[in-house]
């Protein structure tokens, strides 16, 4: 006896819905044996997006090289990890300490690194330093740092890891880049600028190193909101600002640093060469970056004069 087409759909939806419980379930499974064992080295580990990577590839297994500016907030991390982790099970995480506005130290940094096991599976590039201003207010000083931070100080900490990984011929380095090294946005000149430098070099190394079995992943993402949205109130509707303004309120909508974080072992797991962490309206923007640029500068030009759009980038 055929089923009756209204029980079809959302007996359909069930099974779906089933089938995708079970897919996610086995590749957390797999995600936790893949990582067992590596050596997975995370710069800015603490900060939001770092310490909740940190979290889940200690829970893999992984055997930790954790990065940062202050000693004292590693050791924090370090505590929170192993206060009530198995040590049958899991790694004691290694601190070093890893400032990218320090270029000199760089080489001994790298060493360093190297030596906390002999060898690096996993590079996780994660530091970044935000600014907001118009191009004429910023210094070339600052200008110095940001690229130091952003852009100079990854690139040299892959290159510095990378003779190990050629030479073992296997190894996985990602970064956590961001949208805007993809496209550029207003009052973020210097910003931007480092993350399409560093989105290029990384785009270069992918193609050099791949006969090496070396894997390279970029993760581009909206900013990081690590705030929880609170309940919209119910107020009369307000007049639309425009199309610039309608833009600017999705840019808004950020990305959580625990779904950043699981994004981040998903893509080390499955190898993903380049991974786009975005709401719509940023992905239509970089459509319309390629496809019909002009449309695309007179919005963010209008989006300028706006102030709405001024204060919500």
């Not at 080295?41 to 202050?70: M, N, P, W, Y």
């Not at 002999?118 to 996780?124: A, E």
């Not at 940001?146 to 690139?155: E, H, K, L, T, W």
């Not at 296997?170 to 946005?185: M, T, Y």
Request: glycine content about 6%; overall charge neutral.
């Amino acid at each position: 006896m055929e089923l009756p087409s209204v029980v079809v759909l959302p007996l359909l939806i069930v099974v779906a819905a089933g089938i995708y419980y079970v897919y996610n379930e086995v590749l957390q499974f797999m995600s936790k044996s893949l990582v067992r064992n590596k050596v997975v080295v995370i710069t800015d580990a603490v900060s939001g997006v770092g310490s909740e990577c940190a979290q889940l590839f200690h829970k893999g297994g992984a055997r930790l090289v954790l990065c940062g500016t202050s000693w004292d907030k590693l050791e924090s991390l370090f505590d929170s990890l192993t206060s009530d982790a198995d040590p049958k099970e899991t790694f004691a995480p290694k601190l070093v300490i890893l400032d990218f506005s320090d270029m000199e130290s760089m080489e001994e940094v790298v060493s360093e690194v190297v030596d906390c096991y002999g060898c690096v599976d996993v590079l996780v590039c994660n530091s970044s330093m935000k600014l907001k201003a118009p191009v004429q207010s910023v210094s070339l000083e600052l200008d110095r740092n940001i690229m130091d931070i952003n852009y100079f100080g990854p690139s040299t900490l892959a290159k510095g890891i990378l003779p190990t990984m050629i030479s073992r011929r296997s190894g996985h380095i990602l970064l956590v880049n961001s949208i805007q090294g993809r496209l550029a946005v207003p009052f973020r000149s210097s910003y931007a600028a480092s993350k399409h430098a560093a989105q290029a070099f990384f785009d270069c190394l992918r193609a050099e190193v791949e006969e090496y079995g070396v894997s390279v992943s970029t993760i581009s993402h909206t900013f990081i909101n690590a705030t929880t949205p609170e309940p919209e109130a119910k107020s009369p509707a307000k007049p639309v600002g425009g199309l610039a303004a309608f833009i600017a309120s999705k840019l808004t909508h950020g990305v959580s640093p625990s779904a950043l974080a699981n994004e981040i072992v998903r893509t080390v797991n499955r190898k993903r060469k380049e991974v786009l962490l975005a709401h719509p309206i940023p992905r239509v923007a970089l459509h319309l970056r390629s496809l019909f640029p002009p449309f695309l500068f007179s919005v963010l030009a209008a989006g300028v004069k706006d102030s709405v759009m001024a204060e919500q980038m």
